[in-house]
């Protein structure tokens, strides 16, 4: 089965409909198999989504330099000096 442009959304959705089929302990066993197959592949989803807004957070958004987030504001440290100064 192959997800719409990757869609997380849809990917999550065959995984909790498969888990609840299997929960039920009423699948047939031929159908076991072509369930687990179709989980891998909505998981693979899911975990290159996710691997994806992860790298993004670790790079920062919105043209964060160092891993900072845009518009973090100075270290605390920084607070100190400016008293020092006073």
Do not use: H, K, Q
């Not at 995984?15 to 699948?27: C, N, Q, Y």
């Not at 197959?37 to 957070?57: D, H, M, P, Q, S």
């Amino acid at each position: 089965m192959r997800f719409m442009n990757g869609s997380y959304r849809e990917a999550y959705a065959t995984l909790s409909r498969i888990a609840a089929e299997l929960e039920t302990g009423e699948a047939d066993l031929d159908r076991v198999l072509p369930l687990l197959e179709e989980a891998r592949t909505a998981y693979a989803v899911c975990r290159e989504r996710i691997e994806a807004v992860r790298a993004v957070l670790a790079g920062g958004w919105a043209g964060g330099e160092g891993g900072e987030l845009a518009g973090d504001d100075e270290p605390a440290d920084d607070a100190e000096d400016e008293e020092e100064e006073s």
